[in-house]
């Protein structure tokens, strides 16, 4: 994260110091929902504190400071408009950011991550070590929680499907399974762009339970199935996409998912592993940080191109392409081996 054009080092720092509060400015802005208030045209604080049922004094300071930093922009009269910026906080945004604002700012989200210096000293998992449990136990018997992870995933999935689908050419596949695929988002995306494709889509059954909005009009063409990939992943696909899944867990869990897929897959299925892919030294702020966040919160991690290679070849998988996207994530592709 280079400096700002003409700022000092020190300047830079606090910069970067302070940049928690601007997460979790953010984070009060999207929970209140001020990006869709400000969809028509500006409007006063005052109209916004009513319309949001917060302290108007305090909501003031609070756009005051968002708008200082580009989220907002501050015009005559204590009034606010959208800038480009803030225009991505909006529920029907083209690249939706509020749901992942929402989340990162929970308490148990930001919780966890203050707990990153006992992570980084023991290796242990922040999350496990704060809560006694995973992170998908905690959010399995806490429905609140858990419904604004999916939604935030949903949100995420939204923005990498368009990079993917630019990206990547699944003309040659009739029935795609997406292994732990949320609420349908990604998988939705790639079932409209190709009319005669089938799908599968494969979750935690309270997760698919909150999926009939996003397939709703693809029921003919997508079956959707509860379960957990420790047990079994749904046979007849000829590509198995993992989005966003082998991150979440360490080699060793991982391996076995991926054995699962391999048991499922066909002799000449695809294996679609969609993340992000650790690259160069000193480069790619989004990645290096994402593998943060799955030392603390899930206890996994993003991984090189070899590390990829070598995972694959543990669960019977030879890895034969990285496609990268417009988005950060990449396609990385395996075949059975
Ligand atoms: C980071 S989210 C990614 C979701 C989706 N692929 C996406 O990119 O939007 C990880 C997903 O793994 C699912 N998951 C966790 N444990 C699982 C299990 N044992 N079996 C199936 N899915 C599981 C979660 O419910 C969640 O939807």
Not at 137 to 146: C, D, N
Request: hydrophobic share 45%.
């Amino acid at each position: 994260m280079p400096g700002q054009l003409n700022e000092k080092p020190a300047a830079t720092l606090f910069r970067l110091v302070n940049g928690y509060q601007v997460s979790q400015a953010i984070h009060v802005a999207a929970t209140l929902g001020i990006a869709d208030l400000l969809h028509d045209g500006p409007r006063s604080a005052e109209d916004l504190a009513a319309a949001t049922n917060t302290h108007e004094p305090s909501l003031y300071r609070l756009l005051r400071a968002l708008a200082s930093v580009g989220v907002f922009r501050e015009v005559d009269g204590h009034q606010f408009e959208l800038t480009p910026v803030g225009d991505c906080l909006r529920s029907d945004a083209p690249e939706p950011v509020g749901p992942w604002a929402t989340l990162i700012g929970e308490a148990y989200y930001r919780q966890t991550w203050g707990h990153l210096l006992h992570s980084v000293r023991t290796g242990e998992n922040a999350f496990r070590a704060l809560h006694g449990m995973d992170v998908w136990t905690y959010r399995e018997g806490r429905p609140e929680a858990g419904a604004v992870f999916d939604r935030a995933m949903t949100g995420m999935s939204r923005r990498a499907a368009e990079a993917v689908l630019a990206a990547y050419d699944f003309s040659r596949f009739s029935c795609v399974v997406d292994v732990a695929g949320g609420q349908g988002a990604f998988l939705g995306a790639i079932l409209s762009r190709y009319p005669s494709l089938r799908g599968v889509l494969f979750d935690q059954p309270h997760v698919v339970a909150g999926s009939e909005g996003t397939l709703s009009a693809l029921v003919e063409r997508c079956q959707v199935v509860g379960g957990s990939f420790f047990d079994a992943v749904p046979e007849g696909g000829d590509a198995y996409v993992l989005k966003a899944i082998l991150h979440d867990w360490d080699d060793e869990v991982a391996t076995v998912i991926l054995r699962e897929c391999r048991k499922a897959i066909g002799a000449s299925g695809s294996l679609l592993v969609v993340e992000q892919v650790v690259g160069a030294p000193n480069l790619e702020p989004a990645t290096k940080f994402s593998d943060l966040n799955m030392l603390v919160m899930p206890g996994g991690r993003e991984r090189t191109r070899e590390e990829f290679e070598r995972l694959f070849a543990a669960a019977g998988f030879r890895l034969v392409g990285v496609t990268p996207t417009i988005v950060g994530v990449c396609v990385v592709e395996g075949a059975p081996a």
